[in-house]
Each structure stands twice: as structure tokens, then as C-alpha cells.
């Protein structure tokens, strides 16, 4: 029997075109490096196109950044944002030099480019990401890049220093108070008397932080039109250039890769020019503003008229942070507290191993003690206490000047000294009140009105949401459960019953503040007190879903609940808390 086999056409396999892109940079701003890079950027556009093998995929390109590190280069991090997005595969350029000259970087770029399978090429060198020795020759060549960016650091330097030494600046500085014309610094005479005034305040004895709040309140602002703060004004205070003379060299970059540029504090010298310009501030004024600032500093906290000082302020130190407590105040219930706490809780990520603060009541009532006063003494502590130290929590140890060192443990009576039965008394009539309850807002007609017939207490008010979508509120005694069971009402309940005691068709509070005294509930009876004298009561009956558990119910839940919580189910919740606990940073409180 004949067979008809039937042969399907192939389609011929077109090959896959390679994504290509070129990166690009020159480091110097200047006509010829601009032109540098449109030629890079012109030779690559044109080698990659006419290869038809490849597909193009773009030329990046940064102009006037250095090398030495990544972030700043917006092209070239657009570029790695591209590839790792699929859309390049092979990545071409000049040279190592130009594509980093830092070998950490150039090291973490290619491989992390490798692991997506990205191709680098680097031209000069013949070099390939993808083949065996890439990366021993990468290594090799990019130590060299980076030691040719220390050379030339070294280079820039020595030319900066050359110019220092004849007198002539690193570039043309801003400074507030002078403008260049030319290569002279010009005053500019409303900035100039803001100096002046600057000079004049700190010398009559105003810190930094006040002068700085001073000259926001006049609404002047610095050039950048930044606010005045203890930073910039320090720089005013302290630049010399004010005096008509000049300072090179008053900072240095330490590392050519990673630019980080540190204050000289006589690590390289340091080169002095007199009389380069007009002067704004006298140099006898300048040196006694340097030396107000030296005995400002030495005196510590006393130094700063501005900070609120007394006699334990720089005398409570811990000894775990090495720092200072600091004094502190805050409004409680309209009264002002007093505390000390470590000063590493001012600091940015502090945290102190001691938790906590300390009274100022609990201070004095403790030092009293350790002196044998029968009240605190400031002198006495200022002539015979050292220092105090806070070891651990509501723990003080007190170093005496004769050299003696005392221990104490003290308890916290803050709450008892604030809440006294004067004031006890008064914040329960006030609560009572309806009209003064300072929580009137959160809660309803019936706060404080409502009484148990039980016990005497006020009942509370609880709301819930139900299915759907409306807020149900139901009042309960306030006292303890296991003190007092007395029934509870719903808010609904109680309007119902307020307007069948009046004789009303809808609820009006204004009447029934009018006319009512008090509402006392028991056993799901509501007694109402007319304020004439008489009394009239209401049953109600809520209607509650389900029955409660009788005794062998509850027993039998409890139980089960109890055989379901196994050591290993207690230690598997014990780790898994401490995991989330250090995932996210929770402070124990």
C-alpha cells in the first residue's frame, strides 16, 4: 500500500541580533575635553550601526566627572540600570580609565554585569569581561588606573601649594560679607554690617543659636537663602578672611578616590597672606571673638548663657556612654516636670544601657540624704559632691570630694506627689461633670449620668463596629468585674428609656439635662432622679446572642488551651518574636 509521508517547510532561524551600547567620559570640563567626548560619542554611534551583527542600544556618556567613583555619574548608572533591565548585552569602551578609576568599583560593576550576562569591552586593553583571564588582567590594569589617579591628585596638589606659596587662592571662594570683581574681594556693605553685628552680639555675651534666631526674626537669610543655624554662624564667627588677610590650606582631601576632605589641624602647613583685601572686622576684635569661643568652650554648659544651667548640670555622668545627663522638662497635667536623662538620647542612633531618667525631685531628695540635710542644700552639694554616676536604673552613686563614693536606690514618687487628694478629688468632680469633662468630644450624652446601683461607680461606654457598618455603644460598669457584675445597657436602650420617662418623641438632651439629675442601673432596671425630687424606673431586657459558658464549659476551654501550648510550640513562638524583634529594630520600653 502506497504512503504519503507529508514534510513540513522549515522556517530559516534568523540570527539574534546583540544589543550594543557604548559608554563615554571625560573627567575635565573644557572646550577640548567637550569635544573629546562628542568625537567618543560620534565613534561609537557609527562602529556599533554598522555591524550587522549588532543592534544599537545607545551611547552613554558623562561629561566633566571624575572617575574615582559612581554615584555621581548619571549616564553610567542609567547604563546598569538599563542592563539589568535586559536591554543591553554588550557594553563597549575606550579604556579602563575611562570606564572607572577606582578597582573596587570596576571590580563590582563587571562582575555584577558578568553574573547578568553582560559583555564588557575595554578597547585599549583587548579586554573581555566574559573570557577566562578578564578579571586577573582587570585587576592588574585597574590598579594601575587608580595609582595614576593618585599620581595626578599628587600633582594637583603640589600645584595648589605652588600657587599658596605665591599668594594666590585655591579658585574663587563665595564668602558672605564680599563679592570678586576681578581677582580682588569687594565688600558688600549691607552684608558687611550683618558681620559686624554678628561680631558685636557674640562679644556681648549672645550664643550662636541666639544670634542665629535673631537674624531669622529680621527675615535675613544667607546667600543660599538657607536659615541661619549654630553651624553657619560659627563659620562667620571663625573665618579669618573677615580681617583682610587670608588662610590656605584650612582643610586638605585625604583620599583621591573617595574625595573625603578633612579640616587641617596641622597635618600639612598652612600658608598666612596679610592685607589682600578691604577688612570687615578688626583683628584685635577677630582674636577676642577666638578667645571668647576658647572660654566658652572650656567652661562647658556654664560657658552658653543661652542653655538652662543649675547645680547638677555637667555633675551626672554615665558611665557607660561617657556622657553628661542632660536636663529636661515637659508639661503633665498642668504642671511642669523635671528630669535628667543620658545625653546620648540627643544624639542621632543613641541608646543608652541605662533606661529611664531621673527626677529632679528624686536628686534632691536623694542627695539631701547622702549629705545628712534634712532638705536640699545647693551650696552644700556644689562644696561636697564631685560628681554622681548612673550605673544602672533608679540606682545613683554619689563620688564625695573627700573621696568617699555612697550607693543608693531610690523609687519614683512623682505620680503619688502629683496625685494628691485635693487633686483627686477635684479631677473626679470635674469628670463627673458632663460639661467640664475635658473627654466630652469622645464620649456621649450619658457621660457621668449613668450610675450603678451596685456599687456607686460611673459607667463607661465601649463601642463596636457591626457587619454592617454602623458603630453600636454600650455602657458597662467602670468598676472590676470581679468587684461588680451589675447588668449593662446600650446606648440605644438608654435613649428609648430617657424618652419614654419624659414623655418624648425623640431624644433631646437639652431636656434631659434640664430635667433629669442622675441614672442609676441595676439588675436591668433604670431608676431615673428627677431633679424636683422623685424618682421613676424602667425595666429593659438587651437582647443578647448566644448564652454565656457555665463553669465546666469555661474549665474545659481552659484547659484545652493549656494542652495546646507544648515547650516546643513556646519556644517556636520565642524565637520567631525575637526574629521580628531584631528585623524591626524594636527598642524595649
Known amino acids: 500500500m502506497k504512503t504519503v509521508e507529508k514534510i513540513e517547510a522549515k522556517k530559516p532561524a534568523l540570527p539574534v541580533h546583540k544589543r550594543v551600547a557604548a559608554y563615554a567620559r571625560v573627567s575635565v570640563e573644557s572646550e577640548r575635553m567637550q569635544h573629546s567626548l562628542s568625537a567618543q560619542v560620534s565613534y561609537y554611534s557609527a562602529f556599533i550601526q554598522k555591524n550587522p551583527e549588532w543592534e544599537y542600544a545607545g551611547v552613554y556618556a558623562d561629561y566633566g566627572i571624575s572617575g574615582t567613583g559612581t554615584r555621581k555619574r548619571e549616564d553610567f548608572n542609567r547604563m546598569i540600570a538599563d542592563a539589568e533591565a535586559g536591554r543591553i548585552d554588550i557594553i563597549l569602551t575606550k579604556s579602563i580609565q575611562r570606564f572607572a578609576r577606582n578597582t573596587v568599583d570596576l571590580l563590582n560593576t563587571v562582575r555584577h554585569l558578568k553574573d547578568i550576562g553582560v559583555e564588557v569591552r575595554f578597547e585599549k586593553e583587548n579586554i573581555n569581561s566574559m573570557s577566562g583571564d578578564g578579571e586577573l588582567m582587570l585587576s592588574i590594569l585597574a590598579s594601575f588606573a587608580q595609582e595614576e589617579s593618585h599620581s595626578i591628585s599628587e600633582n594637583i596638589k603640589w600645584a595648589t601649594v605652588k600657587r599658596f606659596k605665591q599668594g594666590i587662592p585655591n579658585g574663587k571662594f563665595s564668602i558672605f560679607g564680599y563679592r570678586w570683581e576681578g581677582e580682588q ?22 550664643s550662636r543659636i541666639e544670634i542665629g534666631k535673631a537674624l531669622m526674626a529680621r527675615g535675613i537669610y544667607t546667600r543660599q537663602g538657607k536659615p541661619w543655624v549654630d553651624s553657619n554662624v560659627k563659620v562667620i564667627l571663625t573665618n579669618i578672611t573677615y580681617t583682610g588677610n587670608m588662610l590656605f590650606q584650612k582643610e586638605y582631601c585625604a583620599d583621591p578616590i573617595t574625595k573625603h576632605r578633612r579640616k587641617n589641624y596641622g597635618e600639612l602647613p598652612q600658608y598666612f597672606v596679610e592685607n589682600t583685601h578691604e577688612a570687615i ?52 497635667r498642668g504642671t511642669v516636670q523635671e528630669f535628667w536623662g543620658c545625653g546620648s538620647t540627643k544624639k542621632k542612633g543613641g541608646r543608652c544601657p541605662v533606661k529611664g531618667t531621673v527626677p529632679q525631685k528624686v536628686l534632691e531628695s536623694e542627695c539631701a540624704a547622702v549629705l545628712g540635710l534634712d532638705a536640699f ?19 545613683l552613686t554619689f563620688f564625695l570630694k573627700d573621696g568617699t563614693t555612697v550607693t543608693r536606690a531610690w523609687e519614683s514618687t512623682a505620680k503619688k506627689d502629683w496625685w494628691t487628694e485635693e487633686r483627686r478629688e477635684a479631677w473626679g468632680e470635674r469628670h463627673k461633670n458632663k460639661a467640664t469633662n475635658p473627654n466630652r468630644h469622645v464620649f456621649s450624652e450619658f457621660t457621668g449620668f449613668i450610675k450603678c446601683g451596685c456599687c456607686g461607680a460611673n459607667y ?24 461588680c457584675r451589675n447588668s449593662s445597657i446600650k446606648d440605644d436602650t438608654m435613649k428609648a428609656l430617657v424618652c419614654d420617662v419624659l414623655g418624648l418623641a425623640e431624644f433631646d438632651e437639652a431636656v434631659m439635662d434640664e430635667r433629669l439629675e442622675k441614672a442609676t442601673v441595676e439588675n ?41 501550648w507544648t515547650d516546643e510550640r513556646r519556644q517556636k513562638m520565642s524565637e520567631t518574636v525575637k526574629k521580628i524583634r531584631s528585623e524591626k529594630k524594636w527598642r524595649s520600653r
Not at 542644700?377 to 540606682?395: C, G, M, N, S, Y
Not at 458597662?476 to 468587684?483: A, G, I, L, V
Not at 431633679?531 to 446572642?545: F, M, V
Open 460 to 483: 463607661r461606654s465601649q463601642s463596636k463596629a457591626l457587619s454592617d457598618g454602623t458603630r453600636q455603644r454600650t455602657w458597662y460598669c467602670s468598676s472590676p468585674r470581679t468587684e
Open 281 to 332: 572686622i578688626p583683628m584685635d576684635d577677630w582674636q577676642a571673638v577666638q578667645a571668647e569661643f576658647k572660654r566658652r568652650k572650656e567652661a562647658g554648659p556654664f560657658g552658653n548663657k543661652a542653655l538652662n544651667t543649675c547645680c547638677f548640670t555637667g555633675k551626672i555622668k554615665c558611665p557607660h556612654c561617657g556622657l553628661s545627663y542632660m536636663h529636661n522638662r515637659r508639661s503633665d
Open 377 to 395: 542644700d545647693e551650696d552644700a552639694f556644689l562644696e561636697r559632691v564631685d560628681h554622681i554616676e548612673v550605673p544602672e536604673r533608679k540606682v
Open 185 to 206: 574681594l569687594v565688600i558688600v556693605p549691607e552684608e558687611a554690617e550683618i558681620v559686624r553685628w554678628m561680631y558685636a552680639e557674640y562679644m556681648k555675651g549672645a
Open 524 to 564: 436591668n432596671t433604670v431608676t431615673f432622679h428627677f431633679k424636683d425630687g422623685h424618682t421613676e424606673s424602667r425595666g429593659y431586657q438587651e437582647k443578647r446572642k448566644g448564652k454565656p459558658w457555665t463553669p465546666e464549659q469555661r474549665e474545659k476551654a481552659v484547659a484545652a488551651i493549656r494542652a495546646s
